[in-house]
């Protein structure tokens, strides 16, 4: 029988005000502290406006208490020390919905999430299409959620009644939801599964990544550049003028120049004013984006658009035009065809590594196999990049177990798959 679907307008308990004063902050701890079970938790940025990709708003809901809105930029200014929210809430789980977008920003909030339930995660482990927050409700709960302020400027203040009720919503329904999902990751034989792959996440999330030395490299489309080093130090010297004006400001930096204009600029080096001019993005000072309705979100940032004047794009591409052939950057390192890195198209495997593709497309059959018995999407049962590498470097089958392992793949992981690998290696080596 399908189940009715009822649209949830706004919090049962009414749209609550912004937390933005030390008093607020103190009393709302109190009372969350006060209240029982997990703790359903969500935050929003404001990436697409901002050069932050901190939080700008933390929502928080227990069983038993108010939902609360803390406002992160007035609370700090204000000197609340916001990692009090989990020295207090020690040892309590946190409910996130696809928690690797949020526990970066946790993490650098001070927040030290000791326990983690992941719905989104959950969803896909659970077999569901679609993982949207809205669709796990939906299916579990019978309510649907609105998401018409997804992509706000959520630094924006006074927040509005509307984002306040999107916001509340988001936290809302997450410790009914985790409690269906309980039930029915028990009743598929997956909870254990579930709660390894909660502590992955957590672990990933929370751990401080290792600096970037080359952050401009990840412009996005630089690969049709090739080995081009000249269009590279190109971009190389406009992404760098870019992060430092979008710091500056604090401003998102493809608010002041798209990564499509710096690659085209890259690509056509131009050397005069007349081909700078032919370059539309360069000399744009306004930049805004008007799809689903944003446009005066973003006029907001007009203001900071001007600041920046077109002559500092042609400064930077004329200094990279300029630089001795010693100074270009080196394309980055091809993909190898030995040792550890197993290559990604699948025309060279079969064309020059005929057994080892032959190997690799069981393998993918039977993985295939194993996740439609147990109703889990492929890529989540192995890594893809684990099985290439298997093929690749040729493990040993009594080797598998150990290398899915220091590779990171989980025990339940190991125990569904580790078997059949072996299996499909001993019949190549007869």
């Not at 029988?1 to 109190?30: C, H, K, N």
């Not at 108010?66 to 040892?91: M, N, S």
């Not at 147990?374 to 684990?386: D, T």
């Amino acid at each position: 029988m399908e189940r009715t679907v009822t649209f949830l307008a706004q919090p049962r308990d009414g749209i609550p005000e912004v937390t933005d004063t030390p008093e607020g902050f103190a009393a709302a701890l109190d009372d969350l502290c006060a209240a029982d079970g997990p703790l359903a938790a969500d935050a929003e940025r404001a990436s697409s406006y901002r050069y932050s990709h901190g939080d700008y708003l933390l929502q928080l809901r227990r069983q038993g208490s108010a939902t609360y809105l803390f406002d992160v930029p007035a609370l700090q200014a204000a000197g609340v020390r916001l990692a009090d929210l989990t020295d207090r809430l020690e040892g309590v789980e946190w409910i996130l919905h696809d928690g690797s977008q949020d526990l970066p920003s946790f993490r650098d909030l001070g927040l030290q999430v000791p326990l983690l339930f992941d719905t989104e995660f959950a969803a896909r482990l659970l077999g569901l299409p679609r993982p949207g927050l809205s669709h796990c409700t939906e299916h579990f709960l019978g309510y649907s959620l609105a998401k018409e302020h997804a992509a706000a400027d959520w630094s924006f203040r006074p927040l509005p009644l509307d984002w306040r009720n999107y916001a509340a919503l988001d936290v809302e329904l997450l410790v009914q939801l985790r409690h269906a999902m309980v039930a029915e990751l028990k009743k598929q034989g997956k909870l254990d599964w579930a709660r390894e792959e909660f502590a992955a996440i957590l672990a990933r999330g929370m751990a401080t990544p290792e600096p970037d030395p080359e952050p401009w490299r990840h412009t996005s489309h630089i690969t049709t550049l090739g080995a081009d080093r000249r269009a590279l130090a190109i971009v190389r010297s406009l992404w760098t003028v870019r992060d430092r004006q979008a710091r500056k400001l604090d401003i998102s930096p493809l608010l002041l120049l798209r990564d499509a204009d710096i690659v085209e600029t890259a690509r056509l080096k131009p050397h005069n004013k007349a081909q700078f001019a032919a370059i539309r993005g360069l000399n744009q000072r306004v930049h805004i984006h008007t799809d689903a309705g944003q446009e005066e979100m973003f006029a907001r940032y007009i203001p900071l658009q001007q600041r920046v004047r077109p002559g500092l794009w042609r400064r930077a591409v004329i200094q990279a035009l300029r630089l001795p052939i010693s100074r270009l950057p080196l394309p980055s390192a091809p993909q190898e065809h030995e040792g550890t890195a197993a290559p990604r198209s699948m025309k060279y495997w079969r064309l020059h590594q005929p057994e080892r593709y032959a190997r690799l497309m069981i393998m993918r059959r039977t993985l295939a196999d194993i996740a439609q018995d147990v109703q889990v999407p492929v890529e989540l049962v192995v890594s893809p990049r684990l099985i290439r590498r298997i093929c690749w470097e040729e493990v040993p089958a009594d080797r598998i177990d150990d290398f899915l392992r220091q590779e990171g793949a989980r025990d339940w992981q190991i125990r569904l798959v580790g078997s059949s690998l072996a299996g499909i290696t001993m019949q190549g080596l007869l």
